[in-house]
């Protein structure tokens, strides 16, 4: 497969906002189960760094993703491991831990390479005609001998 050619600064952009949406959901969750007397502006004043954090993973990783299409020039799993490993580093910086960063990139990058090489929860059958499903079964799936005579 050959890469697309693809904005990505500005995929990393939308992939921040959206991870952000969703950091700040996590912080108002969070900011819910404090005990403290600041109210809701502390889902920016105390929990606010998760908004961040969850933000730059995201943008990390679509950039780290785009960044390796565009030097590879193919577009595969192997990108999305790169871009996980990238976000996972990332979750290890700020927990100013060495062997946590390495063990978030493997993690990480072993994740999304592993949700990308299966067809993203699709499934490797999406988009098969029934006769090709079956024929797919029928390779995967081990033959007895009742079951070849048949």
């Given at each position: 497969?050959?890469?697309?050619?693809?904005d990505t600064i500005a995929d990393a952009g939308k992939a921040a906002a959206v991870a952000g949406g969703i950091g700040l959901i996590m912080s108002a969750?969070?900011?819910?189960?404090?005990?403290?007397?600041?109210?809701?502006?502390?889902?920016?004043?105390?929990?606010?760094?998760?908004?961040?954090?969850?933000?730059?993973?995201?943008?990390?990783?679509?950039?780290?993703?785009?960044?390796?299409?565009?030097?590879?020039?193919?577009?595969?799993?192997?990108?999305?491991?790169?871009?996980?490993?990238?976000?996972?580093?990332?979750?290890?910086?700020?927990?100013?831990?060495?062997?946590?960063?390495?063990?978030?990139?493997?993690?990480?990058?072993?994740?999304?390479?592993?949700?990308?090489?299966?067809?993203?929860?699709?499934?490797?059958?999406?988009?098969?005609?029934?006769?090709?499903?079956?024929?797919?079964?029928?390779?995967?799936?081990?033959?007895?001998?009742?079951?070849?005579?048949?």
């Amino acid at each position: 497969m050959t890469a697309h050619q693809k904005d990505t600064i500005a995929d990393a952009g939308k992939a921040a906002a959206v991870a952000g949406g969703i950091g700040l959901i996590m912080s108002a969750m969070q900011n819910t189960v404090q005990k403290h007397t600041v109210g809701a502006k502390g889902v920016l004043t105390r929990t606010g760094g998760t908004v961040a954090f969850f933000a730059a993973m995201g943008g990390i990783f679509t950039l780290g993703e785009g960044a390796a299409q565009s030097v590879r020039g193919e577009d595969d799993a192997i990108n999305a491991g790169i871009g996980g490993c990238a976000a996972g580093a990332l979750a290890g910086i700020k927990a100013k831990s060495f062997s946590k960063m390495c063990a978030g990139c493997a993690a990480v990058g072993a994740t999304m390479y592993a949700f990308e090489a299966t067809g993203q929860m699709k499934g490797g059958l999406n988009g098969k005609s029934r006769e090709e499903r079956l024929e797919e079964q029928k390779t995967f799936f081990k033959q007895t001998a009742s079951t070849e005579e048949a």
